[in-house]
């Protein structure tokens, strides 16, 4: 009786998610004249299915997301309203791990960003990447020794590490040492594919870091990223639909790579000619991602998010342990996957 309600639950939540979309799909040329940014971005849960990312980091979508608890032991997530605590469930486990692992470099636990949105793909502010639940933001501010509002969360501003008076420099008042066992910890998981930090701040690390050097090739300096850092994990053993990022080039990355940040040219603004107007550029429609992303938007959904976040019921717990991809049975068809093993990395049939 009560699965019989729980399964009609799950049925009128399938409908409401699939049929916008499938109104969508059947008109065509709509499909892609609406921006794959506000039909992702209007998805308030994942799809019920085993997790996989489908496309690249800044070009796909995630099936069978999980989400992070808004709180945990060592963690508080931010801007919850964004509703982007999102990610593929190896994702959330390393997000987990690093938040307890932050204690042991004197880090005193997480104000977790951005994940993925609820089916991942494009997003209508903040990001190019962050589409396939597995990259995240993490402050670079430590979490305080209590709880913050959800008032707070929203509102409490980023702080730079940079100065505001000199060119591309971190402020010494603010950076500690913390702050770089933090970024290199995060650096030192062998699923970590990338860090990205401001280039002020791996100039400091070059220039600081005593530890084991080989691992600074993996934090990369890019514009922003001066109030928090970005955690990249590899694709997945399994996911076939997720497309790989070349393993960053050999060495610590304090050479030549990095002298051109602090010349002019990434920050010339770029050369237009008044008589030609740049071109618009093109939205980005659904029909731009790959195909099985259509199939992830129309997926079945699942009930509610505490069905989904590690630890169930959205209580503070430390889940990885739990998510760790132990001799996982194979996934037959992820529509039968029960609730209860979505937190659970399955492989994923190669065809899907
Ligand atoms: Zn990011």
Not at 54 to 62: H, R
Not at 234 to 242: A, H
Not at 316 to 328: E, G, H, I, K, N
């Amino acid at each position: 009786m009560r699965l019989q309600t729980r399964t009609r639950l799950i049925r009128l939540a399938v409908i409401a998610v699939t049929v916008p979309f499938l109104m969508l799909a059947e008109s065509g040329k709509a499909s892609e004249q609406v921006p794959a940014k506000k039909v992702f971005g209007g998805i308030e849960l994942p799809s019920r299915a085993a997790p996989a990312p489908y496309g690249f980091y800044s070009k796909g979508c995630i099936s069978g997301a999980v989400a992070l608890p808004t709180d945990g032991p060592t963690w508080q997530a931010m801007r919850l309203s964004r509703n982007r605590r999102w990610g593929h469930p190896q994702m959330i486990s390393l997000l987990e791990q690093l938040a307890h692992d932050a204690s042991e470099v004197g880090w005193p636990g997480l104000l977790v960003g951005d994940v993925s949105q609820p089916r991942g793909g494009p997003m209508m502010n903040g990001h190019a990447s962050h589409q396939i639940g597995l990259d995240a933001d993490i402050w670079l501010t430590p979490m305080p020794d209590r709880r913050l509002s959800a008032e707070e969360r929203e509102d409490l501003p980023f702080t730079s590490m940079l100065r505001k008076d000199k060119f591309l420099t971190v402020d010494s008042r603010l950076w500690t040492p913390s702050h770089a066992r933090l970024i290199m910890l995060a650096a030192s998981y062998p699923q970590v594919e990338r860090v990205f930090v401001n280039p002020a701040i791996k100039k400091k690390l070059c220039d600081t870091w005593t530890g084991d050097r080989s691992l600074l090739g993996k934090v990369r300096p890019i514009y922003g990223h001066d109030a928090h850092f970005h955690v990249r994990i590899k694709c997945p053993v399994g996911s076939s639909g997720c497309k790989s990022q070349a393993a960053p080039p050999p060495g610590d990355g304090c050479d030549k790579s990095l002298a051109w940040w602090f010349t002019s040219e990434p920050w010339a603004k770029p050369k237009t000619d008044p008589k030609k107007p740049a071109p618009k550029p093109r939205e980005i429609g659904v029909a731009d991602l790959p195909k099985s992303c259509v199939a992830v938007l129309n997926a079945p959904s699942v009930a509610n998010e505490s069905e989904v976040t590690l630890g169930g019921d959205a209580t503070p717990v430390t889940a990885y342990a739990a998510a760790q991809p132990a001799a996982a049975p194979a996934a037959a068809d992820p529509i039968d996957v029960t609730l209860k093993d979505i937190p659970i990395p399955l492989p994923r049939p190669s065809d899907r």
